[in-house]
């Protein structure tokens, strides 16, 4: 199964500069919980982003066009089917975990979308791709708890797409 994952602010920035624009540890928790064991597919800028080294109990998948480019610890790919032949072979979840080149390239595949939406604006320079919302539904729905580490209100949303005979 292919699924993205992201945290947004109201006007749909994910980013700033190569990191997120906010520190909301229950969103990191949230996605510790959702991605271990399973794959995460980013692009060379977001891997570099974070540290360039892959996140513990995940297998990380570098996608990029260079084809030169190495990194410990990580598979690196370069082309959308490449890591589409990888997820259909893969039992577990598969999630895409940006930049918005990235997300954008594969939303047409994802069946399942986690976002957290943050309730608040922030600068930046990255937003998510355009969602056309008549392709999902909100399956779950639930407010995340504003408290001293987590300074601005939030929500874990989940999406399934619909049918065609749904739409």
Known sequence: MLAAIWAQDEAGLIGKQEHLPWHLPSDLKFFKQMTESNTLIMGRRTFEGMGGRPL???????LTRDLTYQAQGVDVMHTLDDV???EKEFEGITFVAGGSMIYEEFLPYCTVLYRTLIHHTFEGDTYFPTVDWTQWSLINLSEGEQDEKNLY?????TYHRRNQSEQ
């Open 153 to 157: 209100p939030f929500q874990f949303e």
């Open 56 to 62: 513990p109990n995940r297998k990380t998948i570098v």
């Open 84 to 86: 589409l032949a990888y």
